[in-house]
């Protein structure tokens, strides 16, 4: 069965720098599309952008492009999601979910745990 | 503001059918881009409920299901059960900008 594996939970003061994964279990995310979706506390979910591990080809949404930074390293089958410097309201669960694009509209068909990113001082 | 909207709160008491709407636009729904929704269930990652308005994906009971019509979509939960009480989200794309994915606000469902 494959999953998604999430890194664990972090506690960040603002203006310090993250990076957290998703890696597939037995290398299965060597050529998938994988996205990022966050869910602020108390809120909805909210689509970051997209990234395929084949050849790290890279969508992001308009609301997240420039405020983070999605990268994948297929030897390894992981994604990633980073910040260069986090704000108190990047705190949420942020989870990876494999998409399917071949639809007209994609679909997020398996997800990875969460993982959730506390921003304090 | 999301734009695909939900209620943000549904219930019903357990064997009852309980129904979700998503409402989008011309830009969205109405553009011919199709609805997916998926299920969130206490302190566990979201599931994929429905996919292409009216498909379940394997495992998922079938008294799970969607529809679509003009600019929205719904989800019906049939012989509702305490296991369904969780947050619906409903998923599409927007054709503005082209191709981005959007969400639903969130629908709580709480079984009686």
């Known amino acids: 069965e494959v999953r998604l594996v999430q890194s664990g939970a972090e506690v960040k003061k603002p203006g310090e720098s993250l990076k957290i994964s998703c890696k597939g279990s037995?290398?299965?995310?060597?050529?998938?599309?994988i996205g990022w979706v966050r869910q602020m506390p108390g809120k909805g979910l909210e689509w970051m952008g997209i990234i395929y591990t084949g050849d790290s080809e890279t969508r992001y949404s308009p609301s997240f492009q420039g405020q983070v930074t999605i990268s994948a390293d297929k030897s390894i089958s992981t994604a990633y999601l980073q910040w260069s410097s986090l704000k108190a309201s990047d705190t949420g669960i942020y989870y990876c979910?494999?998409?399917?694009?071949?639809?007209?509209?994609?679909?997020?068909?398996?997800w990875g745990q969460g993982t959730l990113v506390t921003v304090s001082s | 503001q999301s734009v695909l909207t939900q209620p943000p709160s549904v219930s019903g008491a357990p064997g009852q059918r309980v129904t979700i709407s998503c409402t989008g636009s011309s830009s969205n729904i109405g553009a011919g881009f199709d609805v997916h929704w998926y299920q969130i269930l206490p302190e566990t990652a979201p599931k994929l409920l429905i996919f292409d308005n009216n498909n379940r994906p394997s495992g998922v009971p079938d008294r799970f299901s969607g529809s679509k019509s003009g600019t929205s979509a719904s989800l019906a939960i049939t012989g509702l059960q305490a296991e369904d009480e969780a947050d619906y989200y409903c998923q599409s794309s927007d054709s503005s900008p082209s191709g981005s994915v959007i969400f639903g606000g969130g629908t709580k469902l709480t079984v009686l």
């Open positions: 979910a494999r998409h399917d694009i071949k639809s007209v509209t994609p679909m997020a068909d398996l």
């Open positions: 037995g290398n299965s995310l060597t050529s998938n599309w």
